[in-house]
């Protein structure tokens, strides 16, 4: 999947500030992050203690909401993909679809 | 001189539907649980997004397929929604069911517990934030789109996205706060540590030239 994201903070001499870390941390989170600016992000939370807190709440409130995931009822799934295989299906029977 | 193109992965395949629609129902039951709020209508809207990829699959490429499927999936959505006069109902039951998590065994009680009152309240939370925002948590953090595919399901730019879930993020967090659960105190004694406490690394001056702002400002206007 494409990223969102030109990769800025290795430019920075420095180090990048907590205000730009902020900046990036959410997709950091989310894996949309350039390749080449997550070393220097995970180097800034380890050593910055109010980033790192801040990292690791988001890191708590997404694994909340990731728990919250829907169940997916296997009866709708068969249906579904029962479905599906209907509108391909190759053996003669009648399509539920004009071609 | 005329440059091969690679050959699309639909060419190569005999059966599209099957190989690239099929292994995405879950994904696409998910999403449209999301836009319809009723198990029932995701059902349809999912069967209707299946009978146009259907139709169309001979103009698919083969390439990124889910993309493809929740573009699909919103303009069938936005097709339905036109259709039935007046706006859907919410689902009632937007505050989802708890299952008991066994796996909890073993974590003292006082951790139980803490748990359980930081997942009521990040719940409470989400349920209070604005729709807007609601609905791109949902698909990015419930569902586990990516950032081009909510998007794409919901019909914003993807700055759009990043504005909204960040905001919303911070909202809960805000939240969480202010319930006095929260991560992110310093110096509280539930604060858990860093591998590295001390933040000798930690910058505090932010005096440097502005950077190019990850979520675009253009976006954020419009919100």
């Known amino acids: ?99 | 001189m005329v440059e091969s193109r690679p050959e699309a992965p639909t060419r190569s395949s005999e059966d599209p539907f099957s190989d690239f629609v099929l292994p995405e129902l879950e994904v696409m039951y998910r999403v449209a649980r999301s836009l319809t709020r009723n198990p029932t209508d995701a059902e349809d809207l999912v069967q209707d997004t299946l009978i146009r990829a259907y139709k169309a699959i001979d103009r698919f490429d083969g390439r990124y397929p889910r993309a493809w499927l929740l573009t699909i999936m919103r303009n069938a959505q936005l097709n339905r929604v036109r259709r039935k006069r007046p706006e859907l109902m919410r689902d009632p039951d937007l505050t989802m069911k708890r299952v008991a998590d066994t796996s909890e065994e073993g974590r003292n009680v006082e951790d139980q517990v803490l748990g359980s009152v930081f997942d009521e309240r990040v719940e409470s939370a989400l349920v209070a934030l604005p729709e807007k925002f609601r609905t791109v948590i949902e698909m990015v953090d419930m569902n586990g789109l990516a950032y081009q595919e909510a998007a794409d399901v919901i019909g914003v730019p993807v700055g759009t996205v990043m504005s909204r879930l960040h905001r919303g993020r911070k909202r809960i967090r805000e939240d969480l706060e202010a319930s006095g659960i929260t991560r992110r105190s310093p110096g509280s004694p539930s604060a858990p540590r860093r591998q590295n406490p001390d933040p000798a690394g930690g910058d505090t001056t932010g005096d440097r030239s502005p950077v190019t702002v990850v979520v675009s400002e253009e976006a954020e206007a419009k919100e």
Do not use: N
């Open chain 1, 1 to 99: 999947m494409k990223k969102i994201h030109r990769s800025v903070l290795s430019r920075i001499q420095g180090g990048p500030s907590c205000k730009e870390i902020a900046d990036v941390l959410q997709s950091f989170l989310d894996g949309e992050l350039e390749k080449s600016d997550i070393p220097t992000v995970k180097a800034h939370l380890d050593a910055c203690r109010d980033c790192g807190l801040e990292a690791e709440t988001y890191e708590a409130v997404k694994a909340s909401l990731a728990a919250h995931r829907v169940s997916v009822d296997a009866h709708v799934l068969h249906r579904l993909r029962d479905f599906g295989a209907k509108l391909t299906d190759r053996s003669g029977v009648a399509s539920t679809v004009d071609g």
